[in-house]
């Protein structure tokens, strides 16, 4: 969460023109072939505006934070996916474990959040975090600037999904303290909320075609409250299950594997991984962790730059190879075990995020796995074979 500055504060509506020049600016090419470059350009710029609106603070105006030990906002928190055939999913997560310490100097304190930013011009009144503020803002989102995502066919969507499901997520803890007392407060924990809206609807909206009750009225939202699908926590521990029990020289599980299932769309399993080797020599010789990450090294061990050159190159072909290895195993996983997956119906999809923890040449921060439900009922009924099956799933790096 991020302290509140000032009620007047409106960065969102200073940074937000010059990104939409960006994508205003490049010609339209709905004829030529899909630009992934393009795409996720238009992806990112997207998640820095959702990063912006949906930023939060604690308290009210007489309230004082003074000390923050998680925080949920900003670009880092959100996550976009091009689906082909879909349309774009984006996901604004928020903190699972957040415990704030306030002051609020005699005049009460408060447990509910509110938005570091107003979307609207005309008004500076403080506006809770809450079901319908989400869903407001998450219609404002598609309103003002999805239309501006370039490629997109008028049958394909986009969607924005607020908060998380997963076994991590927990209601925020708020300790206050007010003359001399301390309180502890748990904040209420909203469902998971999604809105989408076609493609089409945004076209109209942007020419004119409808006015901007009707657009309202073409945007779908839902709230999934807490229920348990024993078939997605089964799908689940078969990731984890099979991602921790890799050999030296691979990637693996980091941390747990989340799910959601979101009734208009489908499964989505989340999934850490980094690359784990013995191999302590590496470090020592390049400055570069066994997980990935940089780390200082004693020149003083450090072996001659030639040495340092060749156990480089090998530790990178390792990797490389590792990480193909990866994406072999998430495909055969989903084909495999996917039609486990009940709770999905044959036109909706099995989405599986893997993000790539760590800093590796070439190698890209994050890799999405997408199957339709009915590619699996036709391998279920002999239709087609299983090599079939994996050439349906559509894999996009980022």
Avoid: C, H
């Avoid at 609807?201 to 009750?213: M, P």
């Avoid at 399993?269 to 590496?282: E, G, L, V």
């Amino acid at each position: 969460m991020e302290i509140k500055q000032g009620k007047t504060m409106k960065r969102i509506q200073k940074i937000v023109p010059t990104l939409l020049i960006i994508l205003l600016t490049t010609p339209l090419a709905w004829a030529q072939s899909f630009d992934a470059n393009r795409m996720n350009r238009d992806i990112k710029i997207m998640e820095n505006i959702l990063g912006e609106m949906f930023k939060t603070y604690s308290g009210n105006s007489s309230s004082r934070a003074v000390y923050i030990a998680d925080f949920a906002g900003g670009s880092r928190n959100v996550r976009g996916t091009y689906l082909p055939g879909y349309g774009i999913i984006f996901n604004v997560q928020t903190s699972s474990s957040f415990v704030l310490s306030q002051s609020s100097d005699g005049q009460g304190s408060s447990n509910s959040f509110y938005y570091s930013y107003s979307t609207n011009s005309t008004s500076d009144d403080d506006v809770k975090v809450d079901e319908e503020s989400v869903k407001n803002r998450i219609t404002e989102f598609l309103k003002d600037y999805a239309s501006t995502i370039g490629q997109l066919k008028s049958t394909e969507n986009v969607m924005v999904i607020y908060g998380s499901n997963s076994r991590n997520s927990f209601p925020a803890l708020v300790y206050t303290s007010s003359n001399g007392k301390v309180d502890r407060k748990e904040t209420e924990k909203l469902p998971v909320i999604s809105g989408s809206v076609a493609k089409k609807d945004l076209d109209d909206y942007r020419s004119g075609k409808i006015n901007e009750s009707a657009f309202a009225s073409k945007v779908k939202t839902a709230s999934t409250k807490d229920k348990e699908y024993l078939d997605l926590k089964v799908m689940g521990n078969i990731f984890e299950t099979a991602l921790r029990d890799q050999e030296e020289e691979s990637f693996r599980l980091s941390g747990n594997v989340n799910y959601l299932m979101l009734d208009n769309f489908g499964a989505i399993f989340n999934i850490d991984a980094s690359y784990r080797t013995d191999d302590r020599f590496f470090g020592r010789v390049t400055g570069i962790s066994v997980t990935g990450a940089y780390i200082r090294t004693d020149s003083r061990d450090a072996p001659d730059a030639k040495e340092a050159e060749e156990k480089e190159a090998e530790f990178t072909a390792k990797v490389n190879e590792a990480y193909s290895q990866l994406k072999s195993n998430i495909k055969e996983y989903l084909v495999d075990y996917g039609r486990t997956v009940n709770s999905v119906k044959p036109d909706q999809y099995i989405l599986t995020t893997v993000n790539v923890r760590g800093r590796y040449k070439d190698i890209p921060e994050r890799i999405d796995f997408q199957l339709k439900k009915s590619v699996l009922d036709q391998l279920d009924k002999g239709s087609i074979t299983r090599e079939e099956a994996l050439k349906q799933v559509v894999v996009t790096e980022y």
